[in-house]
Nanobody
Framework: QGQLVESGGGSVKAGDSLRLSCVVRGLAFSSYHMAWFRQAPEKDREFVAVINKHGETTHYADSVKGRVTISRDNAINTVWLQINSLKLEDTAVYYC????????????????????WGQGTQVIVSS
């Protein structure tokens, strides 16, 4: 299943930017598509962004499109999530996840598609 370790969360002000990192160990990283999900207090976990294994194709949730960028470096087994113009509603625990299932015309966005998960990193946005 591998080990996915997120970092970079913290307490920030609305309007700030944050870059989350996820380092992956024990998986053939370049064979996996990577995604970020988040879970806000008392809400279900939701999809945020996904990037294919080569880093060529990305897909974002409508709620974050234009403010968020997912990227990866296969040389160092790391995927990032850059979040700009943070909003109060971005407060959540952010998780990275990996899947080796095909990234076709319909990008993988469902939680059950992803087989490996990190423990999450907390982001708190205040006014």
């Amino acid at each position: 299943q591998g080990q996915l370790v997120e970092s970079g969360g913290g307490s920030v002000k609305a309007g700030d930017s944050l870059r989350l990192s996820c380092v992956v160990r024990g998986l053939a990283f370049s064979s996996y598509h990577m995604a970020w999900f988040r879970q806000a207090p008392e809400k279900d976990r939701e999809f945020v962004a996904v990037i294919n294994k080569h880093g060529e194709t990305t897909h974002y949730a409508d709620s974050v499109k234009g403010r968020v960028t997912i990227s990866r470096d296969n040389a160092i087994n790391t995927v990032w999530l850059q979040i700009n113009s943070l909003k109060l509603e971005d407060t959540a625990v952010y998780y990275c996840a990996a899947t080796s299932l095909p990234f076709g015309l319909i990008p993988p966005t469902l939680q059950q598609t992803f087989t490996s998960w990190g423990q999450g990193t907390q982001v708190i946005v205040s006014s």
